[in-house]
């Protein structure tokens, strides 16, 4: 099946800089992939698609300019969270989806970003 | 937009014994739902999935049914182990392109041995 490879898995930071976050489709290209942000036992929370070679589109009270989406290729998407801040620690998930097997969404193993 | 329900929030089952989450959702357009089983400190993996052409789908110890009419779907997990401990959650999109998926708030399910 389609698989999707996030990483890093963890991430420490300091307040203030900023933090890059990789989801790749492997075997398939994703011309749309989906950022999500979790909370500790919460719901996964839509934060924005990522479209490539366009804007992203971002869910409502997403900062845009704190979550900064590229998607350059058929097979990349990058979320680079700027500034980071404590409140900014969480677990970041990434999905794509392969159309040409018809298949549901696939999620990536997630990232733990810690903001000390 | 779509809006899925999910209960229970947490299920205790002895092992061997069969556990039941159920799901509610809003919009009609909506034809896919799958079901995710998400591990401590992983992404979600799709465990099973029915579209709204059929009313029931099984894969060995785990089943799905969906009651169109209704907009119920429910997910079946019979036989448990205490490796089926995880947070499921349940979703609603549309099959076709790229469509948002709304999630359920997820189902932790605790297998006692």
């Known amino acids: 099946g389609a698989v999707v490879s996030q990483h890093p898995s963890r991430v420490i930071c300091k307040s203030g800089t900023s933090v890059k976050i990789e989801c790749r489709s492997l075997d398939f290209q994703a011309t749309t992939m989906f950022w999500y942000r979790q909370f500790p036992k919460q719901s996964l929370m839509l934060m924005a698609t990522?479209?490539?070679?366009?804007?992203?589109?971002?869910e409502q009270g997403v900062e845009k300019d704190k979550f900064l989406i590229n998607h350059a290729s058929l097979t990349l998407s990058t979320l680079t969270v700027t500034s980071a801040h404590p409140e900014d620690s969480s677990f970041y998930i990434c999905s794509a989806r392969d159309l040409g097997a018809s298949s549901g969404y696939t999620f990536g193993s997630g990232t733990r970003l810690t903001v000390v | 937009g779509e809006n899925v329900e999910q209960h229970p929030s947490t299920l205790s089952v002895q092992e061997g014994d069969s556990a039941v989450i159920k799901c509610t959702y809003s919009?009609?357009?909506?034809?896919?739902f799958p079901w995710y089983k998400q591990e401590l400190g992983k992404g979600p993996q799709l465990i099973i999935d029915?579209?709204?052409?059929?009313g029931e789908k099984k894969d060995q110890r785990i089943a799905v049914t969906l009651n169109k009419t209704a907009k119920h779907f429910s997910l079946h997990i019979t036989e448990t182990q205490p490796e089926d401990s995880a947070v499921y959650f349940c979703a609603a999109t549309s099959s076709g392109g790229y469509q948002k998926v709304t999630f359920g708030i997820g189902t932790k399910l605790q297998v006692i041995p």
């Open positions: 919009d009609s357009a909506s034809n896919y």
């Open positions: 990522s479209n490539e070679g366009s804007k992203a589109t971002y």
């Open positions: 029915i579209r709204s052409n059929v």
